[in-house]
């Protein structure tokens, strides 16, 4: 008798147990979190990145802000929408440790569009965390992946990450070419909705420390890769505006015709070379495997890129087109198109001589003629001068080399949107 009241009890109390599981499930009991990981139907895609080089560039020491005690507000233009999302941040190219005294991720204030200012929309503010973790010391060339966050982000929105630095750090590897205001304040005020004032040095328009942002989207979703040097970057164009031809035609291509959702990524880097040198970051072969073709659901590579291996180390044509065909090669390896644009006129500018101008010329008809790439962007013809096709037109560029905003503009809306069916 005893023994079967035993039994009654613990049945009695497995009962009592699944009971209240059920209604705390019911109830939104926040102790049974959602499951945010990857499933058949959705997996971690990358939504927005940058590629990170040396504070050497070209051998010479870049001047970069030092934070100590201070709390830097990173802004950032996402390019595909996802349920949940995770950030990496990287201290490659460093020779000492990151110390990170806490981080935080959250939606921009929109004062207008696109998004503006370094206010934070107060109740998407989420700790971001690392093994569980919320700080950090990241070791010389490491990186890490935060836990993911339980944050929704929409496509073309505008996402912030808040860093709180609490030790002297001085960067040694940047991203400069942000096209976005970064935001500094005194002391730790990661989860304030609005960064109080700090004066002179409060701002910057580099990246520092964030190099990828991956949301869980649609495992169908298709990721494009913009590889290049400045002109991919979108030197010179106005910040704040999502002006760089890559975000311009993000914002033509927010899916497919099937609706498959499509992010354009950006690994430009100002003065980068394709093959022949490493003086302002990793050579576009070089970091073609982490930059590209690690990626997932990577679909198509843009790729612009060659002029400064003419202008800087007077590569020859023939040097550039194995370049080429090497790209096409792994990328096809891969299960990946690759679209080549040709590159821009320089007449005017400081990489204007004759021996570089027949080379762009060799280049540039290979580019068309050749029908290695899988399509073929005319970048040079958009932006050529009619009167003087040698040179970009007067009012679309400020040197003769990089476009001006209107210029990237024109760039992006020329690009067919029927090559990524």
């Known amino acids: 008798m005893r023994q079967c009241w035993r039994h009654w009890r613990q049945a009695a109390c497995l009962l009592a147990a699944v009971y209240m599981l059920i209604q705390a499930v019911s109830a939104g009991n926040q102790a049974a979190a959602p499951d945010i990981g990857p499933t058949a139907e959705r997996k971690w895609v990358d939504a927005w990145a940058v590629s990170y080089l040396s504070t050497t560039v070209n051998g010479a020491s870049q001047a970069v802000p030092t934070f100590h005690n201070q709390t830097l507000r990173l802004n950032m233009f996402i390019k595909l929408g996802g349920a949940a999302l995770r950030v990496k941040l990287t201290n490659r190219f460093s020779t000492q440790p990151l110390v990170i005294g806490g981080a935080h991720v959250a939606l921009r204030r929109s004062a ?48 912030a990450v808040s860093l709180f630095l609490p030790e002297l750090t001085t960067p040694e590897a940047f991203h400069p070419t942000a096209l976005k205001t970064q935001y500094v304040a005194a002391g730790d005020h990661c989860g304030d909705a609005t960064l109080p004032s700090a004066g002179a040095g409060s701002r910057t328009t580099m990246y520092f420390f964030v190099s990828d942002v991956q949301v869980l989207a649609p495992a169908k979703s298709k990721v494009i890769v913009a590889l290049g040097d400045s002109i991919t970057d979108g030197a010179t164009a106005a910040n704040d505006l999502n002006a760089a031809w890559p975000d311009v035609l993000s914002k033509r291509l927010p899916a497919l015709q099937d609706g498959t959702p499509v992010g354009i990524i950006n690994m430009g880097i100002g003065s980068n070379r394709l093959v022949t040198a490493d003086a302002a ?23 612009l890129e060659g002029i400064n291996d003419i202008s800087y180390e007077q590569a020859p044509a023939e040097k550039l087109i194995a370049a080429y065909e090497q790209v096409i090669g792994r990328a096809h390896a891969k299960g990946i198109k690759v679209i080549g644009a040709t590159l821009l006129p ?15 010329q060799a280049v540039n008809r290979w580019i068309r003629d050749a029908h290695r790439f899988d399509a073929v962007l005319d970048f040079e013809k958009v932006v050529q001068d009619p009167q003087n096709p040698l040179r970009i037109r007067k009012d679309l560029t400020m040197d003769y080399v990089h476009p001006n905003t209107e210029g990237y503009r024109l760039l992006g809306e020329s690009v067919s949107l029927k090559l990524f069916e």
């Not at 050579?283 to 073609?288: D, E, H, I, K, N």
């Not at 930059?291 to 590579?301: E, F, G, Q």
């Not at 990489?351 to 762009?360: F, I, L, S």
């Open 281 to 303: 970051g990793p050579a576009g072969l070089r970091r073609l495997e982490e930059d590209v073709l690690s990626r997932p659901n990577v679909s198509h590579l843009i790729l």
């Open 112 to 159: 207008g569009s696109p998004a503006s200012g370094p206010d934070i929309v107060a109740e998407t503010d989420h700790v971001l965390t690392f093994g569980g973790t919320g700080t950090l010391k990241l070791e010389a060339g490491q990186e890490i992946w935060s836990d993911p966050v339980d944050l929704a982000v929409k496509q073309h929105q505008d996402l």
């Open 346 to 360: 320089i007449q005017n500018s400081r990489k204007d001589t004759p021996v570089n101008e027949a080379t762009r």
